[in-house]
Nanobody, 118 residues
Framework: QVQLVESGGGLVQPGGSLRLSCAASRSIFLIYAMGWFRQAPGKERELVADITRADTTNYADSVKGRFTISRDNAKNMVYLQMNSLKPDDTAVYYC????????????WGQGTQVTVSS
């Protein structure tokens, strides 16, 4: 079981940028995929972006062209660079792991709050 700790959230103005980090308690080299999710108040948790161990990436339509996911296997870290932030991006952001192509995401971290507001 791997523990995940997210950080980097905060309050930012519309149009601003944030970089979220997800630190894993052990090697992520063999983990099939790492994902970033978010949950806004009153809404279901949704996939924002994920990245496989082959560095194949996938993004929600709402963040394409603005967010970039990356992983550093040597540091056991996953990042989410968020640019051109909008108020609709306000949510708690979580990272998670998926063990196989047909698996489901799990090992949720505690989340980090992102608030986009002027």
């Amino acid at each position: 079981q791997v523990q995940l700790v997210e950080s980097g959230g905060g309050l930012v103005q519309p149009g601003g940028s944030l970089r979220l980090s997800c630190a894993a308690s052990r090697s992520i080299f063999l983990i099939y995929a790492m994902g970033w999710f978010r949950q806004a108040p009153g809404k279901e948790r949704e996939l924002v972006a994920d990245i496989t161990r082959a560095d194949t990436t996938n993004y929600a339509d709402s963040v394409k062209g603005r967010f970039t996911i990356s992983r550093d296997n040597a540091k056991n870290m996953v990042y989410l660079q968020m640019n051109s932030l909008k108020p609709d991006d306000t949510a708690v952001y979580y990272c998670a792991t998926k063990a196989s192509p047909t698996g489901v995401y799990g090992n949720w971290g505690q989340g980090t709050q992102v608030t986009v507001s002027s």
